[in-house]
T-cell receptor, first 116, second 108 residues
């Protein structure tokens, strides 16, 4: 099956710094990737849709200047949390669709961000 | 607006007993619904989708447009079914919206 990989799996940073999380589709090309945020014991909240070669589409309430998304190639999307604060601490998960006809999403393993 | 509701956060059943995980949705168009599962220490993965009308690992789910539901069912639960289950809806923009999830525990 299709594989999506995230890096890093865990990151700890100081308040005020920026953190970049990478999402790669390893064996397929993904024109669209999705970024989710998961709070403890809660559901996945869709943050944005990352589109290769164009601007990301953000969900309502998600600050685009805070969560910068870049989809520079068909196999890589990055999420940068800028000027991170403790409330940004969370589990961030990316996903991609291999076959647009099936609609199946393949998920990365997630990245746990802790902001001190 | 689209919404997926899973009313049960936790569900425990005994091995061999039937299990039903509830999912209700709100969507103005024609919905496309999925069940995803996350086993311990693993990533989310697709379990089944309503379009294919398949049975995976003994699980089935029927889309009931009248009741706006897509409940997941299995007649005889197994210990290996213990996991987190998420109901998801695919929107017109191809975004996926997830319910809050149900943690299923199958008691030996």
């Amino acid at each position: 099956g299709a594989v999506v990989s995230q890096h890093p799996s865990r990151v700890i940073c100081k308040s005020g710094t920026s953190v970049k999380i990478e999402c790669r589709s390893l064996d397929f090309q993904a024109t669209t990737m999705f970024w989710y945020r998961q709070f403890p014991k809660q559901s996945l909240m869709l943050m944005a849709t990352s589109n290769e070669g164009s601007k990301a589409t953000y969900e309502q309430g998600v600050e685009k200047d805070k969560f910068l998304i870049n989809h520079a190639s068909l196999t890589l999307s990055t999420l940068t949390v800028t000027s991170a604060h403790p409330e940004d601490s969370s589990f961030y998960i990316c996903s991609a669709r291999h076959d647009p006809n099936t609609g199946e999403l393949f998920f990365g393993e997630g990245s746990r961000l802790t902001v001190l | 607006a689209q919404r997926v509701t899973q009313p049960e956060k936790l569900l425990s059943v005994f091995k061999g007993a039937p299990v039903e995980l509830k999912c209700n949705y709100s969507y103005s168009g024609s919905p496309e619904l999925f069940w995803y599962v996350q086993y311990s220490r693993q990533r989310l993965q697709l379990l089944l989708r309503h379009i294919s009308r398949e049975s995976i690992k003994g699980f089935t789910a029927d889309l009931n447009k009248g009741e706006t539901s897509f409940h997941l069912k299995k007649p005889f639960a197994q210990e290996e079914d213990s996991a987190m289950y998420y109901c998801a809806l695919r929107g017109t923009g191809n975004q996926f919206y997830f319910g809050t999830g149900t943690s299923l525990t199958v008691i030996p």
